[in-house]
């Protein structure tokens, strides 16, 4: 079985022209589409922590996973609504020292700076049903770092979100920003506890040949990813042959 595992970052109906990874936003209508066919089909879209049994193979079904980067506060208000509408949860990786801030690690490119979900949003978030992961605490390249900063980066992430959830199982999804990792970040993620972590390998989850959990590829939807096209990349090879990057 073949598990697409979406990959979204922000909802929104507006995104400046010509603005970069202005792709990266997309319209909630959109957004709301793409639930509503999935769920017309038959498919229930499911956070990490839900998917675990069918990507252990232990379960079996119409399940797909749903994924939001950064942790932006137009997830809380635009998707929100909508999973809990069609029953759906989902995984927001959220940054550990971002919380309330904006997306500051963007600036230096020129996009737009927008709110990022404080505690409070992100407490709002998982009490709709909703789960948060790990999307490191500063979002910076992990490769990059000395082995004790790339530790703290995930190890302080998770413990920091932990507390602001006040959930006794605590964060175990993780979530590599920018997609950057090497062998070193993958065994310290594991070693963390993580149960997960994903990455921007675009492809889909072979339950048959899973490979390694914690480098689990997804599907990117952008603004220009329609209905037909999500289609495409959920129910054929089209995401698989992109492979890389
Ligand atoms: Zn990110």
Redesign the pocket.
């Known amino acids: 079985m073949k598990i697409p595992i979406l990959m979204y970052h922000q909802l929104e109906a507006h995104a400046p022209k010509g603005a970069p990874l202005r792709g990266l936003v997309v319209r909630p209508a959109t957004f709301a589409r793409h639930m509503a066919l999935m769920r017309f089909l038959g498919y229930r879209g499911l956070s990490m922590g839900d998917l675990m049994p069918y990507l252990l193979g232990e379960k079996q079904g119409r399940v797909f996973g749903i994924t939001f980067?950064?942790g932006y506060e137009n997830n809380l208000r635009h998707a929100l609504p909508v999973l809990q509408r069609h029953s759906f949860t989902a995984t927001c990786y959220a940054v550990g020292e971002a919380l309330g801030k904006t997306n500051a690690w963007d600036a230096d490119l020129g996009i737009a700076q927008v709110a990022l979900m404080d505690a409070a949003q992100l407490k709002q978030w998982h009490a709709g049903g909703q789960e948060v992961g790990s999307?490191s605490q500063n979002?910076l390249r992990l490769t990059a770092l000395a082995p004790q900063a790339m530790r703290a980066q995930i190890v302080e992430s998770r413990d920091g979100l932990s507390a602001v959830l006040n959930e006794p199982s605590g964060v175990r999804h993780f979530c590599y920003?920018?997609g950057d990792f090497d062998p070193a970040v993958v065994e310290v993620v594991r070693g963390a506890g993580y149960l997960t972590a994903t990455t921007t390998v675009r492809g889909r989850f072979d339950t048959h040949q899973p490979g390694d959990l914690m480098l689990i590829p997804r599907v990117l939807v952008s603004r220009s990813t329609t209905w037909l096209h999500l289609l495409l990349k959920c129910f054929t090879r089209y995401e698989d042959k992109r492979g890389g990057v």
């Open positions: 980067d950064d999307h979002h920003p920018y």
